[in-house]
């Protein structure tokens, strides 16, 4: 199997940029974001404004994009949210998942976005490559996603993305061993699968939590109850400060 090493940790200059004493300046920067994309600017823009105010470094900048949420979103999110998994099928946004568990067990910074989600900040560009903790931490995602009483699971893998049929086998191969009602397939859609399936949705993508039917913060809540060491820079802002930003 190939493998990228022991895990998929921090940046070298994110334990600075992603300070404490920077927390308040980003917070700052991801409401004035949320506040443009409220008015329909367009999200290169609105992030170009915000992050030359801010005088934010590159990362600093994706972390405020992907936190950032209108007031609209968030409510409509909210709206199709499904807690309860029991007799449900999942619809996985894999990748999306996989690499958020990989980078919350590595070390690496989680976002907790404006809609209550946590984000990583990697960026796969055509390449994923497994790391030593990517077959346990699938397994015991497994059990206990399984352990909620989850009728059935289908696996989505970006199928341009080099290694996705690797992970697709891997994946098929855990559910086979453990007896769950596994599927794991790749596809070039899968943003489209996963926003119009009929399952729950398993994504923090915000394309697909705008369009899909229902979907469950399952990536949050394993880390929460799996991984408590888990760096969480927390970028959310209370309802109440959102709304009185957005008048």
Partial sequence: MDLEGKGRGASPRDHDIFSSKMLERLREATLD?????????????????VGDRYQLHQRQRLAVLRSASSAKDIAESASKRCDDLREQILDIDTLNLVILLESA???????KGM???????????GTYRMVEQ????????????????????????????SNSGRLASLLREIGEEAGWSWEAQTTPYVDREVAQAQGISISTDKVILRHCRQWNNAGREFVEAHIPEAWVFDLGISPLELASASL
Wanted: glycine share 14%; with cysteine.
């Fill in 134 to 161: 990517t077959g346990p931490l699938l397994r015991r995602f497994g059990h206990w996603m399984m352990g909620r009483g989850v009728a059935g699971v289908r696996w989505w893998i970006d199928q341009p993305v």
């Fill in 33 to 49: 974001m949320s506040f443009l994309v409220a008015r329909d600017y367009a999200e290169a823009s609105a992030l170009k404004v």
């Fill in 105 to 111: 067990l590595g070390g690496g910074v989680l976002l």
């Fill in 115 to 125: 809609d209550g989600c946590y984000r990583d900040l990697a960026s796969v560009h």
